[in-house]
């Protein structure tokens, strides 16, 4: 089976592998982001407001630390607003009055809401709106919030078929695309225009990048979790033009790792998550 193997990316300076790295993503820009504290999340809860620290690392290499306080959750999402300020989300509400915290640019919390249970996937696009998908705790599916807690979209009524758990979400400009559970179609969301929706074969992926026609899927279920299959838009469907594996950089498959699909980029971190490597379809 052909192997594509991920072009590193960026990397979490080494003055900071003592911490422990609570989250990590990629922004709408492509800069990169670890959310870090002095200790790992202990059993039983361990939820207590406490200091963390952002350590931003931008396309060209310059570094950029933030100090975030008090943040609320030990097992979060994390992504950057484009006035330089942070949001920090809960995945489950239930134990969090307002579980989505937003911090300005100075690392103090500015506002504080809930977007309801079970976040899978939590982006913030160009416009500073957050785009939050859910699995299947939560039937609320795709949403777009402001960062004071407003909707201003909502997937309720956009005749997406199966739409029971958000498992890949892609958000680049202020566009979205979405692969959702159980009919896994590829969905384009235009806030000022009906979705489109292509039928789509592939089960299961858990990230998705798009360019032009062109389309990749990565993951899948069992065996298949490394997976990357390449397709082309047609305007009836998604047809896949091959299959492959991706694997890291010196050819081994990830083991556990992140995913954060942005454009005609996927980015993959694997364990101990103090690197970024990427696949880009327009390469």
Known sequence: MQKTALVPYAHLPRAHHAHHVLTSTIDVFGTAHWLLADRAPQPGGDALPFDALVVSVHPGGDVELTELSPVRTRWPHLDRLPDGGFVVAASRAHRYENQVQVFDALGREASSFSVGD??????????????????????????????????????DGASIPGLFDCYALNVSGTTAWACTYT?????????????????????????????????????????????LTRG????????????????????????????????????????????????????
Request: charged letters at 25%.
């Open 118 to 155: 079970a976040i899978e996937h939590m982006l913030v696009d160009e416009a500073g709106h957050i785009w939050v998908g859910h699995f299947d705790e939560n039937p609320a599916g795709i949403r777009r919030w402001s960062p004071t807690g407003h909707i201003y979209w909502t997937s």
């Open 183 to 227: 009919d896994f179609p590829l969905v384009e969301i235009r806030p000022d225009r009906p979705v489109r929706v292509w039928p789509n074969q592939v089960r299961g992926a858990k990230a998705v990048a798009i360019h032009g026609k062109r389309v990749a899927f990565y993951g899948g279920y069992g065996e298949e979790v490394d997976r």
């Open 232 to 283: 082309e838009l047609t305007e009836a469907s998604v047809e896949p033009t091959d299959v492959g594996l991706l694997t890291l950089p010196d050819g081994h498959l990830p083991g556990r790792r992140r995913a954060v699909s942005r454009g005609r980029r996927i980015y993959v971190q694997a364990e101990p998550f103090t690197g970024w490597g990427l696949v880009d379809l327009s390469c």
